[in-house]
């Protein structure tokens, strides 16, 4: 049986609200939920979507997203996902999966890791080292910025987390964001599941490993504790590679899942990918120490031009799907397909000519 269910936005009106949260460190958050019946489809209507700056300056301009801002959220209970964001990104930067997942009756929660946002990668730009720093700490900070979160929640110290059956806690990341998914899996078991999309990981390009220290991040990751976890993944990824994802996934206790979406490079699953893609290959593309200068050319010929790699709709359609599927199978334990297994998922991507492999154990 094949259904279109988690390709299609969901029944509920997103609503989005931006909140501070002071624990051990400052924390914003972007908090996406269903909103009540009186703002039904604004979050579909351009003019009333939530509009942003991701980064204020001279010739910046502001992003939209499926949301509605402020709006009065419904009054009963929803399973919560936390989204960790990659090295030097955001918490808005897969807005367009967020707001999907919170249409099909989800609280998410988007956190800006201070330290290693894109407003931080600005600071630090001028000096190489402080990048290397920078990252190291995350690896610290990132695990316990969810527990902080899942404190708060279960604290109640926002309205929205009034929401939250707290029972009831995913969570999803991409690169950084998904190894910081799998690590605060491992850390809280408060959490039930999580889906680590191109996660940061293995034995990387020498001069990408020089930077950000994707072997250290293997290191750091033990073995897992039993819980179902989705791991997404591109493979035309030239940072995360795909050899190394399946080591990972080997790595993962049962029940696990593997999505491997063909021709999908590091940034195809966040937003604003073609501009996203531009400014990772721009990290790349300057002459650093002469003896992994081959290996940075070696890089950058892997990432391959925009052009020729997968169509964003497609990647971020692929991201949509297995997040509901896995969620909804997983925190509300709910039949998303009937019967509910893999072979379904997979009839579903090929009835839209979306190519993809699934390893399911």
Known sequence: MITDAPFLRGSFTVGVQTADL????????????PATEKYRNQDMEGNLQDRYFIV????????????????TPIDKKFPMIIYSHGGYSHRRSASYLCTHLASHGYVVVG?????????????????AGNVESDAEQSMEDRPNDISSIIDAVVEGQHTIFSMVNTHEIGLAGISFGGW??????????????????????GECNPYLENIFS???LSELLP?????????LSGRADALARIADVKRLYERLLL??????????GHVHFGDAVEENHVRLASMFSQPGQKSLEQDRLDLLNDMQQISVLAD???????????????????????????????????????SKNLHLEIISD
Request: aromatic share 8%; with cysteine.
């Open 22 to 33: 002071n624990v051990s460190r400052k924390l914003r958050l972007e908090l996406w939920y």
């Open 56 to 71: 204020r300056g001279e010739h910046s301009s502001k992003s939209s997203q499926s949301a509605v801002r402020n709006v």
């Open 111 to 127: 956190v800006d890791h201070s330290g290693n946002t894109i407003h931080d990668q600005f600071d630090v730009s001028s000096d």
């Open 180 to 201: 910081t998914a799998l690590a605060a899996l491992n850390a809280d078991s408060r959490v039930t599941t999580a889906m680590a999309i191109n996660p940061a990981w």
């Open 214 to 216: 994707f072997r250290r």
């Open 223 to 231: 073995i897992m504790r039993p819980a179902p976890v989705l791991v």
């Open 255 to 264: 029940p696990k899942m593997l999505v491997i979406v063909e021709n999908a």
């Open 312 to 350: 964003p709709k497609h990647t971020q359609l692929c991201a949509m799907a297995t997040a509901v599927f896995h969620f909804d199978r997983y925190l509300k334990r709910k039949t998303v397909f009937h019967p509910m297994d893999v072979d379904c998922l997979r009839a579903g991507f090929e």
